[in-house]
């Protein structure tokens, strides 16, 4: 009986490695494909035969790319958009999430069910821009920022892993004479690091991907994030369409390079920083994936 027992497990366990490989492959060939055709020549590309290899070496593309200003600026607003938008998150959040622990707080019940009616009813995208409107932050770095920073199912989960902490821990410091604020900052968040660490991740990812917003509350350019600059490479300025100017299509052919190369290239380029992010902050993902399953 013991044997049956281990031969299945042994079983489970290869079919678990065989679909983590497959998902593996899934997952980078497109990722080492894109580097590859940012560095291939242009035949190659033309006929299409490059996989997880670059064919030939050309970094024109990313020559081209770094004479663009308008990419440096973009770098240095997504970074602050990414940095202002994650500090705003976990420091509202966690300010809402607090006082939803503490029993006797009188609007601890209509402020969880105002919480769960915002994850079911949204305003709509025109309200939100008049309101944006209204408030002037229209084509401003706080449009960027502040919007989004209190999102009802973050200060649930927040919620949930604040209730399993020890309720002795802040009974103690209230004798101690400790106000609330103390307690939250003293106490619940440096216990807190592995929540702050994965929404940390999160809010980065997710304000660093994000284009649409710009796209619709800033006119100003010299204001655009990276993905809109990753957006006009990508979609607006369509080479092979033919839509390019006459000058643009000359540098190519003098450079013998593709159009594809420049796209590929700001593709990675636009990676690179959440790449790097993403192997500092990965021993929290175990945690953050249980958050949820936290007692609440």
Same mark, same amino acid.
């Given at each position: 009986m013991v044997g049956k027992e281990s031969l299945g497990s042994r079983i489970f366990d290869l079919l678990n490695i065989l679909m983590m490989l497959l998902l593996c492959v899934t997952m980078l060939y497109p990722f080492l494909n894109v580097i590859a055709v940012s560095l291939s020549n242009n035949e190659h590309i033309l006929r299409g035969d490059i996989t997880i290899f670059p064919k030939g070496f050309n970094i024109s593309g990313y020559s081209y790319i770094f004479k663009d200003p308008f990419l440096y600026s973009g770098y240095f607003h997504s970074i602050i958009y990414a940095a202002g938008f994650t500090f705003f #998150?976990?420091?509202?959040?966690?300010? #809402?999430?607090?006082?939803?622990?503490?029993? @006797?707080? #009188?609007? %601890? %019940?209509?402020?969880?069910?105002?919480?769960?009616?915002? #994850?079911?009813?949204? !305003? $709509?995208?025109? +309200?939100?821009?008049?309101?944006? *409107?209204?408030?002037?932050?229209? @084509?401003?770095?706080?449009?960027?920022?502040?919007? $989004?920073?209190?999102?009802?199912?973050?200060?649930?989960?927040? *919620? &949930?892993?604040?209730?399993?902490?020890? =309720?002795?821990?802040?009974? &103690?410091?209230?004798? @101690? !004479?400790?106000? @609330?604020?103390?307690?939250?900052?003293? =106490?619940?968040?440096?216990?807190?690091? +592995?929540?702050?660490?994965?929404?940390?991740?999160? !809010? =980065?990812? $997710?304000?660093?991907? $994000?284009?649409?917003?710009?796209?619709?509350?800033?006119?100003?350019?010299? %204001?655009?994030p990276l993905q809109l600059i990753l957006r006009k490479y990508l979609f607006v300025i369509s080479f092979d369409s033919g839509t390019g100017t006459a000058a643009m299509q000359a540098m190519l052919s003098q450079m013998k390079m593709n159009p594809k190369n420049i796209q590929m290239a700001i593709v990675v380029i636009a990676m690179f920083p959440i790449m790097l992010i993403y192997p500092f902050l990965q021993k929290y993902f175990v945690k953050g994936v249980m958050i949820g399953a936290v007692k609440g």
């Open positions: #998150m976990l420091i509202f959040t966690s300010l #809402m999430a607090y006082p939803l622990t503490i029993t @006797d707080f #009188m609007a %601890k %019940k209509f402020l969880s069910v105002f919480l769960v009616i915002t #994850m079911f009813f949204s !305003g $709509g995208l025109i +309200p939100s821009y008049l309101l944006a *409107r209204s408030l002037h932050l229209l @084509d401003t770095y706080w449009i960027m920022i502040i919007p $989004g920073c209190v999102s009802a199912f973050n200060v649930l989960l927040f *919620r &949930s892993f604040y209730q399993s902490i020890p =309720i002795d821990l802040r009974e &103690s410091a209230v004798i @101690d !004479g400790a106000n @609330d604020v103390q307690i939250l900052f003293k =106490i619940y968040l440096p216990l807190s690091k +592995p929540l702050l660490a994965t929404f940390a991740l999160f !809010g =980065i990812v $997710g304000s660093w991907n $994000g284009w649409f917003e710009a796209l619709i509350y800033l006119s100003n350019e010299n %204001k655009y």
